[in-house]
């Protein structure tokens, strides 16, 4: 959240529709007497918290309307803070019972807002790790939001929650390769929003998740479109880290849709808008591209001073997959450099890395960059070898049958000494598209 927050934020402060952590900021920067926030914020809690009363001009030193609605306001909004603080202090263990199978459905006390955000949030944190947790945990948000009464919370507000669930459950599907699936909780999400009070960064958040969805679908302009939007809505309620997050998003595939010089200025703008304290592992993840839309676009020099620049924060981060990637990226500056013995150790770690890690794709993939380098330097014997290694694996492994038919199709022309880069770069790109593109967030 920005120094001073929104009116909207405020409005929605009065109206119990913050998160928790945006209302916490929201009430602390209230207390601490901001004369223009309280000013903004006075009308509106006159109206919610004193109706009927006439209203009056402003003292020059005070209101004596204003400011016991004010106090009013701010108590209220503590009260509500406070008692999500306690449901999602005892969520987790709530949580364990779901993950459980326990039977709780006629339970009504057990349903509570503050389960339903934090399933959300531990759902969402699971996305790189267990898919299929985060898949559960966004299941039993939906049903959390699905049970809560309308008559405690307000109706539009319920209806928000849902919305923000049924989200979290099309980006858990998504990551999930379910994306038909993913469709149809959309579908819910824009639903709810419309039956709420539609609160414009909830509408920004729906049309990020949808371009992910789009992403994945390869439906790229139509994605780019809704990522447009998305970074306008934020942009214009000083929502600035979420609006960085779209430019990162859209860079991202960008870039792996063939253009990596407009990948690198929309996630070079991306990352100015970034809260640099709130999302480090996102910040780690925009560099990293960045690298290696400069390794694809050849320039090899600057790809170099940044693997030195950012080594230190491979490490932070400590995160293994990164690391063999970064080896793999190595090889390809080295190759550009002219550096061939380099290139093809970097590689050969690298790919046994891959394999130890059961990541068999991405071993094939950095397998066709070290054999293009022993193919130019006679070793043919060793490409056949290696082409034979790599069959064996995706036989063993049951990796897609085009994938297979490439690799066989290669071995044989390998066999016949009729192996050319040409048809090692042709199959390279094909096993990648089969691949797909990594998943944004």
């Known amino acids: 959240m920005d120094e001073h927050p929104t009116p909207l934020i405020m409005k929605d402060l009065l109206l119990g529709r913050l998160s928790a952590e945006d209302e916490r900021q929201a009430i602390t920067h209230l207390l601490a007497g901001c004369p223009r926030c309280r000013e903004e914020i006075a009308p509106t809690a006159a ?25 009013s306001a701010v108590t209220a909004a503590l009260r509500r803070w406070r008692s999500l603080e306690r449901e999602r202090a005892g969520a987790d263990a709530q949580i364990d019972r779901l993950l459980a199978g326990e039977t709780i459905a006629k339970k009504s006390a057990f349903w509570t ?51 923000r669930a049924w989200g979290g459950l099309t980006n858990a599907y998504r990551i999930a390769d379910q994306l038909s699936l993913a469709e149809t909780a959309l579908e819910q999400a824009f639903a709810a929003f419309h039956r709420g009070s539609r609160p414009p960064l909830l509408r920004a958040r729906l049309a990020e998740i949808s371009a992910s969805l789009l992403c994945d679908q390869r439906q790229f302009p139509a994605a780019f479109r809704a990522l447009d939007l998305s970074c306008r809505l934020y942009r214009k309620h000083k929502a600035r880290h979420d609006a960085g997050r779209t430019l990162i998003q859209k860079g991202l595939h960008s870039g792996y849709t063939g253009d990596p010089e407009e990948g690198i200025q929309l996630l070079a703008r991306g990352l100015r808008l970034l809260d640099r304290d709130r999302d480090p592992k996102l910040i780690f993840q925009a560099l990293h591209n960045i690298l290696l839309f400069r390794v694809e676009r050849g320039d ?56 130890e890690e059961e990541l068999s794709y991405d071993a094939a993939l950095v397998s066709f960059d070290l054999a293009a380098i022993w193919l130019r330097g006679g070793k043919r014997q060793e490409v056949r070898r290696l082409l034979h290694e790599m069959l064996e694996t995706f036989r063993a492994r049951y990796i897609a049958r085009e994938a297979i038919a490439t690799l066989l199709l290669l071995r044989d022309a390998a066999e016949r000494d009729e192996l050319t880069l040409d048809l090692l770069e042709t199959a390279a790109l094909l096993l990648q598209s089969l691949k797909g593109e990594p998943k944004a967030d």
Request: a neutral charge; proline letters at 5%.
């Open 47 to 71: 109206v919610l918290f004193h109706p009927g009363r006439p209203e009056a001009a402003p003292s020059p030193d005070g209101d004596d309307l204003y400011d016991p609605a004010i106090t």
């Open 113 to 163: 807002w503050g389960l339903c955000e934090r399933l959300l949030e531990r759902s969402w944190d699971l996305r790189h790790k267990d898919p299929a947790r985060m898949l559960a945990m966004a299941r039993h948000a939906v049903e959390t939001a699905q049970r809560l009464h309308a008559h405690r919370h307000g109706a539009y507000n319920v209806e928000d929650l849902l919305a």
């Open 300 to 355: 090899f020099k600057a790809a170099r001073r940044q693997i030195w620049e950012m080594r230190p924060l491979y490490r932070v981060h400590d995160d293994r997959l990164a690391e063999v990637k970064l080896r793999w990226v190595e090889g390809k500056v080295f190759l550009g450099l002219g550096e061939v013995d380099r290139a093809a150790r970097a590689f050969e770690q690298a790919r046994e890395s891959f394999l």
